[in-house]
Structure formats: structure tokens, C-alpha cells
């Protein structure tokens, strides 16, 4: 099963403004994994509360969390540059990045969704769209 970010347009359809395949539940896990271990000093949630706080299976981001959550990405995404990445171990993201010709250099471009995009970046970009819409990031 998958974790589905996505932004409704309103309360009452199911027509999207845009939405992100993160991959599987257990890789949301690993990138919050990765980020207590290396950004907040093994302390979960010590830096990035937004991110690392809510649970991964279900609710949403309002807009006013959307904000704060946009800050804490583009922070992220800064620090996570400057550590190298590993080759990916054998999985989808191996495979999809092969197919993207994707090669990390870091871990800021080390997660990728399944469309093989820069997840960090997609996750930004939705959190934008949040603050602009006045729409919550809903976790399906």
C-alpha cells in the first residue's frame, strides 16, 4: 500500500489540484528516519515538528501547518545536499530511477516519488499549492 499526498479542490469532490505517489508507508518512513538521525541529532521532531510529527497513515496538513511544513522542507533540502547519498538497494526506486537515468549525488535528491521526481521538491511544491489554495494536504 501507498502513501497519497494530495490536495482536493474542494470539501464536497474528488476532483485533485495535485497530489504525490510518495512510495510505500515504510519510505516516508526511512526519509524521516534519515532526517532524526542526521538533521535533528537522533532527537524525532526536535527541528522539524510539522514534518515528523504527524502520523503517516491518515488526517491532512491545513494550510497554517502547510506553511511551517514548507519552511522545514526547504530547510531540509538544504542541509540534506551537503551528505553524500548511496547507490539505491535493490527496489522500486532502483528501478525507477534506472528508468529516469536518475543518479543521486546526495540525499536531498536521493528520494524520489514513483514518477521518479525529487520528492522534497514535490513536497514543497504541494505545500506551496496549500498556502496558496487555502486547501489542505490530505494523507490517503
Known amino acids: 500500500m501507498g502513501l497519497y499526498l494530495c490536495i482536493f ?8 489540484l495535485d497530489g504525490v505517489e510518495v512510495g510505500g508507508y515504510d519510505d516516508f518512513d526511512e526519509l524521516r528516519d ?21 502520523p503517516d497513515s491518515d488526517g491532512e496538513w491545513g494550510p497554517a501547518q502547510a ?11 538544504t542541509e540534506l ?5 548511496p547507490a539505491y538497494p535493490d527496489g522500486w526506486q532502483a528501478n525507477v530511477a ?6 543521486p549525488g546526495n540525499y536531498s535528491t536521493y528520494f ?4 521518479g521526481e525529487l520528492l ?21
Open 112 to 115: 524520489i516519488d514513483i514518477d
Open 81 to 85: 545536499a551537503a551528505i553524500p547519498a
Open 67 to 77: 506553511r511551517q511544513l514548507q519552511r522545514e522542507l526547504t530547510v531540509i533540502r
Open 34 to 54: 534519515l532526517i532524526a538521525r542526521l538533521l535533528e541529532g537522533g532527537t524525532w521532531a526536535s527541528r522539524f515538528p510539522v514534518l515528523m510529527n504527524h
Open 9 to 16: 479542490a474542494d470539501d464536497s469532490s474528488d476532483e485533485e
Open 120 to 140: 522534497l521538491d514535490r513536497l514543497i511544491a504541494l505545500a506551496g499549492l496549500s498556502i496558496q489554495t487555502g486547501r489542505p494536504i490530505t494523507f490517503m
Open 98 to 103: 534506472r528508468q529516469f537515468g536518475h543518479q
